[in-house]
């Protein structure tokens, strides 16, 4: 009985911790402040992303294939084809595109 009591304590401990990491990484990207990882599309600024116009270009030509019709794989091999880098300076998979096509900061920062 005393180890069940234990383990309801320690799963609404978890539970809270994740809570509150949830409301402040939420907290933070509402107010446009860095939190790791950078998104792709920005750059730190202190404790600020701003907009980064190279990678804002970078993620419109994503749009515009995916609307083309293009598979995921296809974008990413088109992009490694051009030589434009990832976000950190290596090779675009197809999960890097499909993140930065459902990442809803792109539209709302």
Known sequence: MVFRMLAVLNEFERDQISERTSAILQHKKAKGEVYSPTPYGFK???SKL???KEERRVIGEIV??????MSLRA???????????AKRG???YASTVRGIL???????G
Request: aromatic content about 6%; cysteine-free; proline content about 6%.
């Open 75 to 85: 974008i990413a091999s088109s992009l490694n084809e051009e030589g434009i880098p």
């Open 90 to 92: 290596g090779i675009w």
């Open 50 to 52: 701003v907009p980064s």
């Open 102 to 108: 459902t990442n809803t900061f792109h539209a709302t």
């Open 64 to 69: 515009v294939m995916k609307k083309r019709g």
């Open 44 to 46: 730190r600024d202190g």
